[in-house]
Nanobody, 114 residues
Framework: QVQLVESGGGLVQPGGSLRLSCAASVGIFRIRMSWYRQTPGKQRELVAAISSGGSTNYSDSVKGRFTMSRDNAKNTVYLQMNSLKPEDTAVYYC?????????WGQGTQVTVSS
């Protein structure tokens, strides 16, 4: 079982930056990790993913603004979010996919507002 704890959310003005962190309870070097986000009444959507080899992919809505990275030594993944927009406001969830099972963190709120 994988336990995930997100941190780093908060309130930021449009154009600002935040860095989210997700710490895992197990080694992540073989695990595909992802960030999702969800707003009320909408389905959870994939924001970014990183393979065990370090390859990343991003949703079109965040490409060029968000960067996902991993530090296997710390069992942690990050999401650097720049040029934030009000439409980025959501609860952000960390996901680990291992052995055909999905594991989720509790989520961290990101609010982009002036």
């Amino acid at each position: 079982q994988v336990q995930l704890v997100e941190s780093g959310g908060g309130l930021v003005q449009p154009g600002g930056s935040l860095r989210l962190s997700c710490a895992a309870s197990v080694g992540i070097f073989r695990i595909r990790m992802s960030w999702y986000r969800q707003t009320p009444g909408k389905q959870r959507e994939l924001v970014a993913a990183i393979s065990s080899g370090g390859s990343t992919n991003y949703s079109d809505s965040v490409k060029g603004r968000f960067t996902m990275s991993r530090d296997n030594a710390k069992n942690t993944v990050y999401l650097q979010m720049n040029s934030l927009k009000p439409e980025d406001t959501a609860v952000y969830y960390c996901n680990a996919y291992q052995m055909a099972a999905n594991y989720w963190g509790q989520g961290t709120q990101v609010t982009v507002s002036s």
